[in-house]
Nanobody
Framework: VVRLVESGGGSVQTGGSLTLSCAAS????????AAWFRQTPGGEREAVAA???????FYADSVKGRFTISQNYNKTMRSLQMTSLKPEDTAIYYC????????????????????WGQGTQVTLSS
């Protein structure tokens, strides 16, 4: 079992920056994919970024060049650095992990991830 706990959410002005953290415990070292998703009220959970063991990264087009996903060497801390934030980035952000990294074309699919955090709210204000 892997437990994920997000932190770092909050309210930030448009154009600002925020870094989300996800503390992973349990068998975190055995996971092969770390990802961040987000969801707005009434909306579907959408993939934001993913990082596979070996260093391959994936980003949604809407955040490419603005967000950076990373994790430490033993996979116990995952991060999402967010810059140049926009009002449309307002959402609840979820950390996710998969024991087996999804095929590249499947990195956005929620059902490919085995563990989820409880989410942290990010709110943009103008």
């Amino acid at each position: 079992v892997v437990r994920l706990v997000e932190s770092g959410g909050g309210s930030v002005q448009t154009g600002g920056s925020l870094t989300l953290s996800c503390a992973a415990s349990g068998y975190a070292w055995s996971t092969n994919s770390a990802a961040w998703f987000r969801q707005t009220p009434g909306g579907e959970r959408e993939a934001v970024a993913a990082l596979y063991t070996g260093g391959r990264t994936f980003y949604a087009d809407s955040v490419k060049g603005r967000f950076t996903i990373s994790q430490n060497y033993n996979k116990t801390m995952r991060s999402l650095q967010m810059t140049s934030l926009k009002p449309e980035d307002t959402a609840i952000y979820y950390c996710a992990a998969a024991m087996s990294a999804p095929f590249s074309q499947d990195w956005r699919r929620t059902e490919k991830y085995d563990y989820w955090g409880q989410g942290t709210q990010v709110t943009l204000s103008s």
